[in-house]
């Protein structure tokens, strides 16, 4: 299915041939490339999901194995009183010793219901917190499938123009702009085209009041020019200089409130295409938005 997905994705600008220029045709091998990726991060998920029930289901075997065992054990310890009680009435004589017997049997005997109890109870408990785990991982997967949904319908316009793209990372949406959309070369001024991209995703993003945005700001390898060097001394305070004016934007002209956003710089050390060629640096170039809960650190990937 997955191949098949990536067929048609790639195929798509072939038929439409002239009528699609090459930067479009860039962002559909891109967005094809994410979608992929998110189809594998699903599926791991889902494989996490059936380790997890396979190990509760494990204990649960062990757990019914020794109940069996148990059971067992009670069951000689009933037939060992009778005997005993049969035994203590043919011999009167020794009617003490018998009742010792059948005092520590009985014992015995409350001994192992309480056991078998509590195994009963642990059983109980294990079957619950499976129950519960499986609900909650598949609560988990569709909000992040519904958040996902909403940011790309929303944002569907600023996504065929190659504005931004969206994707999934390990559970984690991610917001990514390239910074010729925002930035003038060198600059931290958002430009006008980047403000109204960046208005649209803000608009979107106040429907998800429980999330944290994580803004991080990513360049090439490119060393600073020497009429910038005095102001950004390398690519680390450039990095993080875009990550602050996008967070200002969202704040001050968006009305993101501040507790919500984080403002990163990561220069050139997490790149997400090679530096070699031109392409890939303005790949690298980015202003990355990553949804995380709330109050939970979190970082850029």
Not at 11 to 38: M, R
Not at 41 to 66: G, P
Not at 112 to 126: A, R, V
Not at 282 to 292: E, F, K
Request: a neutral charge; charged letters at 25%; proline letters at 2%.
């Amino acid at each position: 299915m997955k191949s098949l997905l990536i067929i048609l994705l790639l195929g798509l600008p072939l038929v439409l041939g002239a009528c699609v220029s090459k930067n479009t045709y860039q962002q559909k091998v891109n967005e094809a490339d994410l979608l992929t990726h998110d189809v594998t991060d699903l599926s791991a998920t889902v494989s996490e999901l059936r380790q997890d029930k396979k190990n509760l289901q494990d204990d649960l075997s062990n757990l019914n194995a020794r109940l069996v065992d148990i059971l067992r054990q009670n069951s000689k310890l009933q037939r060992d009183l009778l005997a005993a009680q049969a035994t203590e009435e043919r011999q009167e004589g020794n009617l003490t010793i018998h009742q010792q017997q059948i005092a520590a049997l009985s014992e015995q005997l409350a001994d192992m219901q309480q056991t078998n109890d509590q195994l009963l109870t642990t059983i109980e408990d294990l079957n619950r917190a499976l129950e519960k785990e499986k609900i909650a991982r598949e609560a988990r997967l569709a909000k992040v499938k519904n958040t996902y949904n909403q940011l790309v319908g929303a944002l569907e316009a600023e996504i065929e123009r190659g504005e931004l793209t969206i994707s999934n990372l390990e559970g984690q949406l991610s917001v990514n702009l390239l910074n010729n959309i925002l930035f003038d070369s060198g600059k931290t001024a958002i430009k006008p085209v980047g403000q109204k991209v960046l208005k649209s995703l803000g608009d979107v993003l106040n429907k998800f009041p429980d999330k944290a945005l994580q803004i991080a700001g990513h360049t090439d390898n490119v060393k600073i020019s020497s009429r910038l060097i005095e102001r950004y001394p390398s690519n680390w305070e450039l990095s993080t200089a875009r990550a602050t004016s996008v967070v200002h934007f969202l704040q001050d002209k968006v009305g993101l409130k501040g507790e919500r956003l984080i403002a990163a710089g990561y220069s050139e050390y997490q790149p997400v295409a090679s530096n070699k060629e031109a392409a890939g640096r303005a790949q690298n170039r980015r202003i990355q938005i990553l949804l995380v809960p709330l109050g939970t650190p979190s970082t850029a990937e």
